[in-house]
């Protein structure tokens, strides 16, 4: 059974900041790459950034130089320290892993739960 519980989020002014959390727990063997997704009302839930294992990241092209995803292995957690925010960035934001399972090297992918994020003008 793998858990991934997400904190932060909430309501901000356009400018501010925010960071998002999320941890993997229960049982598994190795957590592979790591992502944030976002999801707007009436749109197609979308990557946000991503990590992997060895730190390499990647981001949109809409957050490139304002967010910044990181993780802390011994923590099995993934963040996203989100600043500048603007308005267009409300959304339902999850965080992703994809994850060895165990010794024989079954995988699976999982979400977090999901926790808005709301910009005001």
């Known amino acids: 059974q793998v858990q991934m519980v997400q904190s932060g989020g909430g309501l901000v002014q356009a400018g501010g900041s925010l960071r998002l959390s999320c941890v993997v727990s229960?049982?598994?063997?190795?957590?592979?790459?790591m992502g944030w997704y976002r999801q707007a009302p009436g749109k197609q839930r979308e990557l946000v950034a991503g990590?992997?294992?060895?730190?390499?990241?990647n981001y949109a092209d809409s957050v490139k130089g304002r967010f910044t995803i990181s993780r802390d292995n011994a923590k099995n957690t993934v963040y996203l320290q989100m600043n500048s925010l603007k308005p267009e960035d409300t959304a339902v934001y999850y965080c992703?892993?994809?994850?060895?399972?165990?010794?024989?090297?079954?995988?699976?992918?999982?979400w977090g739960q999901g926790t808005q994020v709301t910009v005001s003008s």
């Open positions: 992703n892993a994809d994850l060895v399972l165990d010794g024989k090297w079954s995988r699976g992918n999982y």
């Open positions: 229960g049982s598994f063997f190795i957590i592979n790459a």
């Open positions: 990590i992997t294992s060895g730190g390499r990241t």
